[in-house]
Nanobody, 113 residues
Framework: VRLVESGGGLVQPGGSLRLSCAASGNRFSLYAMGWYRQAPGKQRELVAAITAAGNTNYADSVKGRFTISRDNVKKTLYLQMNSLKPEDTAAYYC????????WGQGTQVTVSS
């Protein structure tokens, strides 16, 4: 499976972005998926996850601000990010929430005034 993330950019604090992750192949709909992020000098962390059935879970740091969703027909994962904070600055990646596929290139999110 190939994963291609997009939608990142530079945004002011309090702003919003919507990330997308397009998956190749035919297995996307079968698995729980997640959005991960990695800030400079820090480990990659899972910030949002969604099961194959659509149940969601969030890290405390993004709860109430981020919304994960999926379109199994389009084989695409989304992350709507609102009320962005400087500490959300990181490279964002999608992958399975479980045994990982090969990582994509990620998309950079920078929150700064």
């Amino acid at each position: 499976v190939r994963l291609v993330e997009s939608g990142g950019g530079l945004v002011q604090p309090g702003g919003s972005l919507r990330l997308s992750c397009a998956a190749s192949g035919n297995r996307f709909s079968l698995y729980a998926m997640g959005w991960y992020r990695q800030a400079p000098g820090k480990q990659r962390e899972l910030v949002a996850a969604i099961t194959a059935a659509g149940n969601t879970n969030y890290a405390d740091s993004v709860k109430g601000r981020f919304t994960i969703s999926r379109d199994n027909v389009k084989k695409t994962l989304y992350l709507q990010m609102n009320s962005l904070k400087p500490e959300d600055t990181a490279a964002y990646y999608c992958n399975r929430d479980g045994p990982l596929w090969t990582w994509g290139q990620g998309t950079q999110v920078t929150v700064s005034s």
